[in-house]
């Protein structure tokens, strides 16, 4: 680590650390934060000529208190024009973000497309934004420093997501995730390598589970669990000795195993619900092969879908991506998967949804339940306060305040992200993010570039080519008040 000036235009820059550990790409966007120059447009003098994004500091010979000179225009605010009516598709780009309301892209630091996509898709969570502005800025004695500075590293950059148009750097939440995670920081040929985005999810998902936990509020004593967790309850059974016994545990997504009878969704996880295990059995003496058959007990407010199309390849000694097309629906019921208890708690919602929607069709109430089913209606987000694991919470009423009645689960969820995934292997190729925005328009996420899309095209990215494919799903639970 070392520190420099730099001079750009007018101004001086003081005391301007470079991580001699990290790609100069890192410096740039650095110096994009102080300047407002995106890093593509900067030229920075140093010996030799300019500085290179690959270039190696050892060899540059930048010395401790050294000016450097950076020449490069910064990003200019749009006017608005004077007179005349101004159409959509006439707007820059950024006035175009602007106008459909939705967050900036992110720069990409070298090989972080997989850590930019999963910000994008949980920055879209409001109930978890609202967790994090709760988190304290001091640090909870019960709770290591780096989990602490990765979790309000991510609320910072939420938070500048929300307020920025043009592109964010995030550098510091990058370099703290390296801290917490060494894994991220792995390099190859002087550059950052790629990593697993489902990784970086479930990684950056454990830290904050860790974080938001309330020691002191029996309200809710872990947001993160409430709104992502999971509880399957599975029977374990030996077919040989005919041992049997039952677990419970919590997990933050289902998933969906990938074979050749797999070409649905819906399948692919009732395939992840069973699994094979060998382990000793106490009667037989030795080991044996165990069932392992899952159902859902608890439903979160966000269900989670990873679709597991990496495995390792033995000839290559690499991770290959499995490329089949697997069809994803814009509204998954997950009640076939739910255990029979569940099940009992969430037929009253449904009946009250489909009464709803029935409703909404102009059905009088003697059609209302004439076999109809979830599926046959397009039915819309209700309003509710984020639930617990158990599925239930006190509604509030417009004014904040809790109302007389609650809001809850109907095992109805509706696609808000979609994570994908565009390559042959994990270890290298492309992820973006598509996200659906609160006035129902969807935003591809690719690094600083936000781009429109149409829902009807988010379906088509489950698979069969070299395209973009569904690398992770998220779904948002649709309620009732009763």
């Known amino acids: 680590?070392?520190?420099?000036?730099?001079?750009?235009?007018?101004?001086?820059?003081?005391?301007?650390?470079?991580?001699?550990?990290?790609?100069?790409?890192?410096?740039?966007?650095?110096?994009?934060?102080?300047?407002?120059?995106?890093?593509?447009?900067?030229?920075?003098?140093?010996?030799?000529?300019?500085?290179?994004?690959?270039?190696?500091?050892?060899?540059?010979?930048?010395?401790?208190?050294?000016?450097?000179?950076?020449?490069?225009?910064?990003?200019?605010?749009?006017?608005?024009?004077e007179k005349g009516p101004v159409f959509m598709e006439d707007l820059p780009e950024e006035e175009q973000?602007?106008?459909?309301?939705?967050?900036?892209?992110?720069?990409?630091?070298?090989?972080?497309?997989?850590?930019?996509?999963?910000?994008?898709?949980?920055?879209?969570?409001?109930?978890?934004?609202?967790?994090?502005?709760?988190?304290?800025?001091?640090?909870?004695?019960?709770?290591?420093?780096?989990?602490?500075?990765?979790?309000?590293?991510?609320?910072?950059?939420?938070?500048?997501l929300d307020k920025s148009v043009k592109p964010v750097a995030p550098m510091q939440f990058w370099m703290v995730l390296r801290k917490q995670y060494p894994q991220f920081g792995q390099l190859h040929n002087g550059g950052f390598m790629?990593?697993?985005?489902?990784?970086?999810?479930?990684?950056?998902?454990?830290?904050?589970?860790?974080?938001?936990?309330?020691?002191?509020?029996?309200?809710?004593?872990?947001?993160?669990?409430?709104?992502f967790g999971i509880e399957l309850v599975s029977r374990v059974h030996c077919q040989e000795s005919g041992e049997e016994s039952s677990e419970t545990e919590s997990i933050y997504s289902l998933k969906c195993h990938i074979s050749q009878e797999v070409n649905h969704l819906h399948e692919g996880l009732k395939h992840g619900l069973k699994s094979e295990l060998e382990k000793?059995?106490?009667?037989?003496?030795?080991?044996?092969?165990?069932?392992?058959?899952?159902?859902?007990?608890?439903l979160p407010r966000y269900m989670t879908i990873q679709f597991v199309r990496f495995f390792w390849k033995r000839e290559t000694n690499q991770k290959a991506k499995i490329l089949r097309k697997v069809d994803y629906p814009l509204e998954l019921d997950i009640y076939d998967f739910c255990s029979d208890d569940l099940r009992k708690k969430l037929d009253a919602p449904r009946q009250m949804l489909r009464d709803e929607e029935g409703e909404k069709l102009g059905l009088k109430a003697n059609e209302k339940n004439s076999g109809f089913k979830l599926d046959d209606f397009k039915m819309t987000d209700a309003e509710g306060s984020s639930s617990s694991s158990s599925g239930e919470?006190?509604?509030?009423?417009?004014?904040?305040?809790?109302?007389?009645?609650?809001?809850?689960?109907?095992?109805?969820?509706?696609l808000v992200a979609v994570l994908t995934h565009k390559g042959r292997s994990a270890d290298s190729g492309h992820y973006v993010a598509w996200v659906k925005q609160e006035n129902g328009k969807w935003i591809e996420y690719d690094d600083d570039n936000p781009v429109p899309q149409r829902e009807e095209d988010i379906t088509k990215l489950s698979g069969g080519g070299d395209w973009h494919m569904a690398y992770i799903c998220m779904?948002?639970?649709?309620?009732?008040i009763m």
Not at 393 to 414: F, I, Q, R
């Open 1 to 81: 680590m070392l520190t420099v000036s730099v001079k750009w235009q007018k101004e001086v820059f003081p005391n301007v650390e470079i991580d001699t550990s990290q790609p100069p790409c890192v410096f740039k966007s650095q110096l994009y934060d102080l300047t407002g120059v995106p890093p593509e447009r900067q030229k920075i003098m140093v010996k030799g000529g300019l500085l290179k994004d690959d270039a190696d500091w050892s060899t540059i010979g930048v010395k401790p208190g050294q000016k450097l000179m950076m020449m490069g225009t910064a990003d200019e605010i749009v006017k608005a024009p």
């Open 97 to 160: 973000v602007a106008a459909i309301g939705h967050s900036a892209g992110l720069f990409n630091l070298g090989n972080t497309c997989y850590m930019n996509s999963t910000i994008q898709c949980l920055h879209s969570v409001p109930e978890l934004k609202s967790a994090l502005l709760k988190y304290p800025s001091n640090r909870r004695n019960d709770l290591d420093q780096t989990s602490h500075m990765l979790t309000a590293a991510t609320r910072e950059l939420f938070n500048e």
């Open 194 to 227: 790629q990593q697993d985005a489902e990784e970086c999810w479930t990684q950056l998902l454990y830290t904050l589970s860790q974080s938001l936990t309330s020691r002191s509020s029996s309200e809710n004593p872990d947001a993160v669990k409430a709104l």
């Open 280 to 298: 000793v059995s106490p009667s037989l003496g030795r080991s044996a092969i165990y069932l392992k058959e899952s159902v859902i007990n608890a």
């Open 393 to 414: 919470s006190k509604a509030t009423s417009e004014e904040g305040h809790p109302s007389d009645k609650e809001s809850h689960l109907t095992g109805v969820y509706e």
């Open 475 to 480: 779904y948002k639970a649709r309620v009732v």
